[in-house]
């Protein structure tokens, strides 16, 4: 249900703000009016967050071995303490993985070097050396081995002094000399077939050289090791950051609330919740005796969030109704009533005892090992809930896995396919439609008696109420068990609803034609109803859809168990067959179930366009629980 809201003012001595927003959002108690909420941009606390999530971004490329399940659990003292070497962590972890990614591109360039460098491994002298003559250039590069000939004519012919090397990939390594007097005009000529190599200046001989830089990379290799195995068996620090995360998340959070002032004290407004009101009072008068606190009713200018207070149960469903739109604070909670034809709609979707087993295991193992927060893990429990009641339907159609099992025989009953008899799974499937909707509308009626409007509870809902239930007597007496009584009262109850719908529908309209013809229009609306129903045809169509697959897959894997191999091939039909009949049962079940919900039964009576009661809380992305 929808708890009442009101607005409250917290007065305190200037200097207590710290300690009250603490304490405020430790407890989970108030929301903050978001007029005192400042958004901030590049803080110190965005800073220090991008930069642990780049570390951590990077420790996990390094985790050899990530578990499957990871949650962590640690005390309120801990998560809120600010330590300082959580931040010494961080630098030096930036550290190392900088001076790391340091010495890969040293790495990367040395290895070029040598590349440079190994097609001149035989040359004799150092590269320096052939720098210092006064007199001659030395040239170093590369000839094309189409080239060679033409070359080692002209150098013959001009009398250049060379040494050729072996065969390289880039053509043979050439070192030559000239006089300076002919170099520019011999080079004319020799650029032709030439092309010089940018090699390094080094002291040492070409393979002293390579030996030197080979030994560097070697070393920083060394290097690269040692980090990464520390990176690799980093979990306490990787725990630490994830820590500082939602430790910063938190701060940011409750550092962005600015307070108001008074001439003497400060204070901050916001929501809470009626049955939370002597807790607010608890929990600020421990932080602080010199305080008052002002709770005021909410003004018709004002819109107050929507806070619920349901079951276990009820709860979880309540992330079907926000994903459509949340409640008004002064409107009927539809999720105690929705939530229960959620659940049955889905089960019947689904009807398969072998398909439920695994809605029912697979989440509640996730849920149990993962432990997710928020929508994610109401969604989960949703579907966990919605494995039993697919059991249920399961045992009712008699279908494991698509094999017919007769479960009810059991209990002296017989099974129902509605495979083989489609026509009375259409006809349960209209009657469950006709329930659905006249819950919607007995909310609806709900809704206007809180409202006083008599006249829209009796013209929209109990007309209608009446119309349709007395259809599904009349039907029920005259076709199905053949009792002429029963049917009269049917028609009876549907006479009275037209009644009541014409008398009262056109209540709105000036003049009595305008009231005629707007009695006229709500008759008129059979036809949008008929439609409505129809619509729950798609119980029949989404149960036929899941039986008939699976049982497809059933006799497809039958057709090839001849032999050994056949028996091989027949599991891999079963596990590929049933994984995407799961999968594609469980997104349509989901998907048509929620439209029923939001289209043919929220049609009736919802408005919604409210928003979530949001207390400032503990903002945690890593940390999955924290014991106060």
Not at 3 to 22: H, M, N, R, S
Not at 326 to 348: A, Q, R, T, Y
Not at 544 to 569: E, K, P, R
């Amino acid at each position: 249900m929808i708890v009442p809201v009101k607005k409250a003012k917290i007065f305190v001595l200037e200097g207590q703000q710290t300690d009250l927003l603490l304490a405020l959002q430790k407890s989970n108690l108030l929301m903050v009016n978001n007029e005192l909420k400042v958004q901030s941009t590049n803080s110190e606390e965005d800073s220090f967050i991008n930069r642990s999530e780049s570390v951590l971004k990077e420790l996990s490329k390094h985790q050899t071995k990530k578990p499957l399940f990871e949650t962590h659990t640690i005390e309120y003292q801990r998560f809120i303490e600010d330590d300082i070497k959580r931040y010494d962590l961080l630098e030096h972890l930036e550290a190392i993985i900088k001076e790391m990614a340091d010495l890969k591109t040293l790495n990367d360039n040395t290895n070029n070097v040598i590349t440079s460098l190994v097609p001149f491994k035989q040359m004799p002298y150092a590269l320096s050396d052939l720098k210092k003559s006064l007199y001659v250039t030395f040239k170093v590069g590369f000839v094309l081995e189409d080239k060679l000939e033409s070359m080692q004519e002209f150098f013959s012919d001009k009398k250049i002094e060379h040494e050729l090397y072996e065969l390289s990939d880039y053509g043979y390594p050439l070192i030559f000399v000239l006089d300076k007097d002919e170099e520019e005009e011999l080079l004319e000529t020799i650029n032709a077939f030439f092309v010089e190599a940018n090699l390094p200046n080094t002291n040492l001989k070409v393979k002293s050289e390579i030996e030197k830089l080979n030994e560097l990379i070697a070393n920083n290799n060394q290097r690269i090791s040692s980090i990464k195995e520390e990176l690799t068996n980093s979990k306490d620090a990787e725990l630490e950051l994830k820590i500082l995360v939602d430790q910063l998340e938190t701060k940011k959070e409750r550092t962005s609330i600015s307070f108001k002032n008074t001439e003497s004290t400060v204070y901050i407004d916001g929501w809470i919740r009626e049955d939370h009101i002597d807790d607010l009072r608890r929990v600020v008068n421990e932080v602080t005796t010199t305080n008052e606190i002002d709770i005021y009713d909410v003004s018709e200018e004002e819109t107050p969030p929507t806070a619920t207070n349901n079951n276990k149960f009820v709860h979880q469903f309540e992330t079907i109704t926000n994903m459509f739109s949340v409640p008004k604070h002064d409107e009927v909670d539809p999720n105690p009533v929705m939530s229960i034809w959620f659940w049955i709609i889905f089960g019947i979707a689904m009807g398969d005892i072998g398909y439920g087993l695994i809605l029912v295991l697979g989440t509640g193992v996730y849920l149990k090992l993962a432990k997710p927060k928020g929508s994610m893990a109401q969604l989960l429990k949703v579907f966990f809930y919605s494995g039993f009641t697919s059991i249920a339907a399961g045992i009712f159609f008699g279908s494991l896995f698509g094999f017919s099992v007769q479960i009810m025989e059991l209990f002296g009953l017989n099974s129902f396919d509605p495979v083989s008899t489609p026509m009375p799974m259409l006809y349960f499937s209209i009657a469950f439609g006709v329930f659905h909707i006249i819950s919607g509308l007995i909310l609806k009626m709900i809704g206007a008696f809180r409202q006083n409007d008599w006249a829209t509870a009796l013209a929209d809902g109990l007309s209608w109420i009446l119309i349709l239930f007395g259809a599904v007597v009349a039907i029920a007496g005259y076709i199905a068990i053949s009792n002429n009584v029963l049917g009269i009262v049917g028609l009876v109850l549907v006479a009275l609803g037209f009644i009541l719908l014409f008398a009262l529908r056109g209540r709105a309209s000036k003049g009595v034609l305008g009231k005629i013809l707007g009695s006229a229009g709500g008759v008129m609306d059979v036809i949008n109803y008929a439609s409505d129903l129809l619509s729950y045809s798609r119980i029949l169509a989404l149960t036929l859809s899941s039986a008939v697959i699976a049982s497809t897959m059933n006799d497809l894997a039958a057709l090839v168990q001849g032999n050994f191999i056949g028996v091989i091939f027949s599991i891999l039909i079963y596990l590929v067959g049933h994984v995407f009949n799961l999968a594609m049962g469980l997104l349509s079940a989901y998907v048509h179930t929620s439209r029923l919900q939001y289209i043919e039964f929220f049609g009736k009576f919802y408005e919604g366009g409210g928003y979530v009661y949001e207390p400032l809380s503990l903002k945690t992305k890593y940390i999955t629980e924290i014991t106060l």
